[in-house]
């Protein structure tokens, strides 16, 4: 499927000996990508489910909320915590991405389709992720 120009499945296309560092910018780029474009969301999310809001925090919908916190406290609030999350977003990602590859070569005996090779790839990635993660997302 081409986007602009680009294969989108390039990324899985990548030849076996490209190097941890191209998988830990891959990464990063993503992770950061990815939260500067939920941050606000996410933002959202945590008000909405909050167990003692604040009493001008009455919200019906997604849409309407990013509208009254602009409104009220401005267009900058919803992203109020981002570089926290942005500090931690970029590592966590880099990590993800390269132990992932890593483990999923080392498991897979250089094969490209070894299922279980995957599952414990990823688990083993997410470790490393969340173990980043998390404590960014306290701060937040």
Not at 12 to 35: K, R, V
Not at 50 to 57: G, I, K, R, V
Not at 103 to 122: D, P
Not at 128 to 139: I, K, S
């Amino acid at each position: 499927m081409e986007s602009g120009g680009l294969d989108i499945g390039d990324y899985e296309a990548l030849p076996d000996n490209i190097s941890a560092s191209t998988h830990m910018i891959a990464g990063a780029t993503a992770g950061i990508t990815e939260h500067c474009i939920m941050y606000p969301v996410d933002c959202i999310k945590t008000r909405m489910q909050a167990l003692n809001p604040h009493t001008s925090a009455n919200y019906n919908s997604i849409t309407q909320a990013m509208r009254s916190i602009t409104v009220k406290e401005g267009f900058g609030r919803a992203w109020h915590g981002m570089p926290a999350v942005i500090a931690g977003a970029g590592p966590a990602h880099a990590m993800y991405f390269a132990c992932y590859e890593k483990v999923k070569w080392i498991l897979s005996e250089r094969k490209q389709s070894n299922v279980m090779a995957t599952i414990a790839a990823g688990s083993c990635a997410t470790l490393f992720h969340d173990g980043l993660m998390v404590p960014a997302d306290v701060v937040q």
